[in-house]
């Protein structure tokens, strides 16, 4: 089993950036692939970003191309996902998520979940 914990997140006003950590215990995360998740109020859970666990593989949704990024330092345990320009839009915890499949963009393909954290965007 991995532990995620996540951290980073906060309050920002529109076109600011942030960036959130995923910090990773009880195994490496160095064969998995990793993925961010978020979930705004009264919405369901829908994906970000993901990365494979080689780093040579990425898939991001569109609202974000171009905005985020994500990325992984697997001596260090940590996933990243830096996000420039926020929008109010953006607003919405997120979660850091693990897979040992490809680096897929459903919630199914994943079975190692953080806890999550708030980012708040305001306008």
């Known amino acids: 089993q991995v532990q995620l914990v996540e951290s980073g997140g906060g309050l920002v006003q529109a076109g600011g950036s942030l960036r959130l950590s995923c910090i990773a215990s009880g195994r490496t995360i160095s064969t998995y692939s990793m993925g961010w998740f978020r979930q705004a109020p009264g919405k369901e859970r829908e994906f970000v970003a993901a990365?494979?666990?080689?780093?040579?593989?990425?898939n991001y949704t569109d609202s974000v191309k171009g905005r985020f990024a994500i990325s992984r330092d697997n001596a260090k345990n940590t996933v990243y996902l830096q996000m420039n320009s926020l929008k109010p839009e953006d607003t919405a915890v997120y979660y850091c998520?693990?897979?040992?499949?490809?680096?897929?963009?459903?919630?199914?393909?994943?079975?190692?979940w953080g806890q999550g954290t708030q980012v708040t965007v305001s306008s």
């Open positions: 998520a693990g897979s040992r499949r490809l680096p897929g963009t459903s919630l199914h393909d994943y079975d190692q």
């Open positions: 990365m494979s666990w080689s780093g040579s593989r990425t």
